[in-house]
């Protein structure tokens, strides 16, 4: 009787078994909603939180002339970012897809627009900024160990900004838990990293040590109107980032809800914590320290913690890593969203079957990358196509008005005042235009670069009507990078 009872026990447990075979075999292959409240905070957190805040003061200062009128730059950034954020709350609530403002802008502009948009991406916006922050993050990783050493070794900077890239990269490509669980750790310790700073500050305030503030609209340098533009590009970017977690909106639990609180949450801790943090920068630094400093928040640690100041080098090399980590899951959404339109090979709109991440679109920006990061010009690509990213956002959030008007029947389960939308626009425009005037040399480059763009599109994408050969080896590549990655096209519409 009791080998019945065994004998039934392990028929149950096999037929279990095979049921939850069966039931892993039939699940289609789809992007998972898997991202609450606390993953996308972290994610918009510690994407906008990178380097800007180590790097960024300089770049405001100097372009302000003073402290004082440097803190207004700080706030007025901080509202800007927070009312474009806002905008793209309503816009990623309204529109179901992933891609962020990739989508915005092909549903309103058109294909080539959105397609440019996407070369910008992968010719420099985004490639070019990991590569930039992976560079920050090795230069501070080699601070902590080699903290005297004057000209640090550049093959092993790089070598090291490389390594950091494949980890993040393979993270990615391998499983979004675990994607999402490094981004709130890496969110938590920069956090703190910027917090230790921002106490420190405020002890040496309790202490009186004021100085640096009195007469704080005094100028420090003399500056050309024509440099206004320049210091609120420097804010822009500190605060860049917000504008990627639509790009994840087919991942996201509730997003009619979580989308935008989640993004207001994250506006009011980034601009808390960036304002805070330069205070405690100017108690101890005066603006002419600061000026001369290139690395902001290792000055600042050397003055107040002396052989301790590797602390924050460390604090800022998790915080590159977290931008790059919550980038490169932004981007590979963006990838995988415009490879499923047909602007992008066609790979690119695959999952793989197993880890459910869109693993070749993650996986097609890293050698990008590597190449920026081993070549010399990825600081001047940067500089050329700094004014198209907001360009194409203030281009996106003016589609809000419009939207309005021509859709009055879809349903919108977040809408902001149209105040918002129409002062965002109106203030990143008028920043492009005197961007424009203020550095025409670098933004006539940005504008070539950025139509160049165009040729690629109507051969890659308009024309449809390819000799044989080249299709047969198109398909001929899909299958093999198919059978190299285990990935299949999407078998459950996810929006």
């Not at 981004?183 to 009186?208: D, E, H, S």
């Not at 007469?215 to 980032?241: M, N, V």
């Not at 400093?293 to 290792?298: E, G």
């Not at 500089?383 to 198209?388: G, Q, V």
Request: glycine share 6%; aromatic share 12%.
């Amino acid at each position: 009787m009791e080998a019945n009872v065994a004998s039934s026990s392990q028929a149950d447990n096999k037929t279990d078994a095979d049921k939850k075979t069966n039931k892993d075999e039939v699940s289609p292959v789809h992007l998972v909603r898997q991202l609450g409240m606390v993953a996308c905070i972290t994610m918009t957190v510690g994407t906008v939180i990178g380097s800007g805040i180590f790097i960024s003061p300089k770049g405001i200062l100097m372009n302000t002339g003073s402290l004082g009128a440097s803190m207004i730059v700080w706030a007025l950034c901080g509202v800007l970012a927070t009312l474009g954020a806002l905008s793209y709350g309503e816009l990623g609530t309204t529109f179901t897809k992933s891609g962020g403002d990739y989508i915005y802008l092909m549903e309103s502009f058109g294909p080539m627009v959105a397609f440019i948009r996407i070369w910008t991406y992968l010719v420099s916006v985004r490639t070019g900024s990991s590569a930039v922050v992976a560079l920050t993050a090795a230069t501070y990783l080699h601070r902590v160990f080699l903290p005297n050493c004057e000209e640090l070794p550049y093959i092993s900077v790089r070598l090291i900004a490389v390594v950091i890239l494949v980890f993040i990269f393979y993270v990615n490509c391998v499983s979004v838990p675990l994607t999402t669980h490094l981004q709130v750790i890496l969110t938590v310790a920069k956090v703190l990293g910027i917090a230790l700073i921002i106490l420190t500050g405020f002890v040496f305030i309790c202490k009186g040590q004021i100085q640096n503030f009195e007469d704080s609209f005094e100028k420090t340098i003399d500056i050309k109107w024509q440099q206004i533009p320049l210091a609120f590009y420097a804010g822009l970017f500190a605060f860049s980032g917000w504008q990627y977690t639509p790009t994840f909106a087919e991942e996201i639990v509730r997003p009619g809800r979580t989308l935008p609180l989640s993004i207001i949450i994250s506006m009011v801790i980034i601009t808390t914590v960036y304002l805070t943090a330069n205070v405690g920068y100017f108690v101890l630094l005066t603006p002419t320290q600061l000026l001369d400093s290139d690395a902001v928040a290792l000055s600042f640690a050397q003055q107040a913690f002396g052989s301790f100041s590797w602390i924050v080098s460390l604090a800022v090399v998790l915080s590159c890593i977290g931008a790059i980590n919550g980038g490169i899951f932004s981007t590979s959404r963006i990838m995988f969203v415009a490879a499923r339109e047909g602007h992008l090979p066609h790979i690119l709109s695959m999952i793989q079957i197993d880890k459910k991440t869109p693993l070749p679109a993650a996986a097609v920006i890293l050698p990008i990358t590597v190449i920026m990061v081993c070549g010399e010009s990825v600081y001047d690509l940067i500089t050329y196509l700094s004014f198209t990213r907001w360009l194409f956002v203030s281009l996106s959030v003016a589609t809000i008005p419009y939207f309005r008007w021509k859709h009055p029947e879809w349903e919108r389960p977040f809408k902001v005042p149209l105040f918002v939308p129409i002062t965002f626009t109106s203030v990143t425009l008028l920043l492009v235009v005197m961007s424009l005037y203020s550095s025409p040399r670098q933004c006539g480059i940005g504008f070539l670069i950025l139509i160049s763009g165009i040729p690629v599109y109507l051969v890659g994408v308009r024309w449809k009507n390819k000799p044989d050969w080249v299709n047969n080896a198109t398909v001929k590549m899909t299958i093999f990078f198919q059978k190299l990655f285990l990935v299949v096209k999407q078998e459950t519409k996810t929006y």
